[in-house]
């Protein structure tokens, strides 16, 4: 069997995502294309060689008989309207994160899921899907570094364009902690806070980079990530889970050690398209697989809406320099 995939939004994850749908992953075929820019359309059709029809209107695309499933991977202002749209035709929905920009916009969702009566959203969260990351849930799972006390973490983006605010080191970059740290650790967050160090000369005079973001979860373990968006070295994404008899790190990517020059090195990645590219085929071959089999195990709406409640307590605790809490509502048995 082989799943008729829509996608709307053809832009950088968009493309990535076509091409695995196409060429990497099983059982996926990619039939229908929408971008506010036709052209993008027309470029992917042409260098990847796929037969796919192209919509001008995104609605168009989601109602349209051939297609059986829907990749959302346009701007993140658009993702709420199209999902809302997807549930409504009955159709699965692959959303790259955020699901929405606000947790108001994710509770539409959860609610719109839950009165279908089925589950039909997949957020785009890869890093539970990540070897590394499994890895590191399987130690802390295991015990073999005892109950987690304090988690500290970074996620470094080389650069940035001038578009990037403030705010999207926590709506942009920071969700994909909110979310990972949460499955990994099995807790949620009861607060957070946002601190500025020293600005880098090296970003945008409207931009505040670095941030730390200092969260607190229900079981009392602190965790401090430090955003950093124009590093310039690489893209690079730590956590260490400091336990009560030891401590676990995310594994490195894989990189040949080399001796030369008289240096001992290894290589740090640049592109997040590199740094999670495995994670991005399971991930979407589990959706595909999911869909095909009629029952949903990826991260859900309510995933989505969970990361959305903790992003937009860091929001607010960006502007006010507070401790703001972070209440999270009770999880509806629609998603246990
Ligand atoms: N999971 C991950 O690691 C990643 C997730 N993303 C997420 O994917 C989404 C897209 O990001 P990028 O591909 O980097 O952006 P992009 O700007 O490269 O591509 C977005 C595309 O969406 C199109 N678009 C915008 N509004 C539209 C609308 N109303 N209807 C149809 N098309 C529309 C744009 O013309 C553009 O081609 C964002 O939500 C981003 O956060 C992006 C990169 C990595
Ligand atoms: O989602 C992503 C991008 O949108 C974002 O810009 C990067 O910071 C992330 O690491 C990447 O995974």
């Given at each position: 069997m082989t799943l008729n995939i829509g996608v709307i939004g053809t832009g950088a994850i968009g493309r990535e995502h076509i091409r695995r749908c196409s060429q990497v992953l099983q059982h996926s075929r990619v039939v229908a294309l929408n971008d506010i820019n036709r052209s993008n359309c027309e470029q992917i059709i042409h260098d990847l060689g796929i037969q796919a029809e192209i919509y001008d209107n995104a609605h168009d695309l989601i109602n349209?008989?051939?297609?059986q499933a829907i990749l959302v991977t346009s701007w993140g202002p658009t993702h709420e309207e199209f999902v809302l749209a997807a549930i409504k035709a009955g159709k699965a929905v692959f959303c790259e994160k955020p699901l929405a920009v606000t947790a108001q916009g994710c509770m539409n969702i959860v609610e719109a899921e839950i009165a279908a009566g089925k589950k039909l959203v997949q957020v785009g969260f890869m890093r539970p899907y990540d070897a590394g990351y499994r890895a590191l849930k399987a130690v802390i799972n295991n015990g073999d570094i005892g109950e987690p006390l304090m988690l500290h973490c970074a996620h470094r983006n080389p650069e940035v364009g001038?578009?990037?605010?403030?705010?999207m080191a926590i709506t942009d970059t920071l969700i994909h902690e909110l979310d990972v740290l949460r499955w990994l650790l099995k807790d949620d967050y009861v607060s957070a806070q946002v601190i500025y160090p020293r600005s880098t000369s090296k970003a945008a005079s409207h931009l505040k980079d670095p941030q730390i973001v200092l969260l607190e979860t229900a079981k009392g373990v602190r965790i401090d990530v430090e955003i950093f968006v124009n590093c310039t070295y690489g893209y690079d994404i730590q956590c260490e889970v400091v336990g009560e008899s030891g401590i676990a790190r995310l594994p490195e990517p894989m990189s040949v050690q080399t001796r030369s020059a008289a240096k001992l090195s290894t290589r740090i990645l640049t592109d997040w398209k590199k740094r999670f590219i495995d994670a991005y085929d399971v991930e979407l071959q589990d959706f595909i697989n999911n869909v095909l089999s009629g029952e949903m195990t990826g991260p859900s709406a309510w995933d989505g809406f969970a990361a959305a409640v903790a992003a937009d307590a860091c929001v607010a605790a960006q502007k006010s320099g507070d401790i703001v809490p972070v209440t999270m509502p009770v999880k509806p048995a629609f998603y246990n």
């Open positions: 349209a008989p051939e297609v001038d578009s990037y605010t403030t705010d």
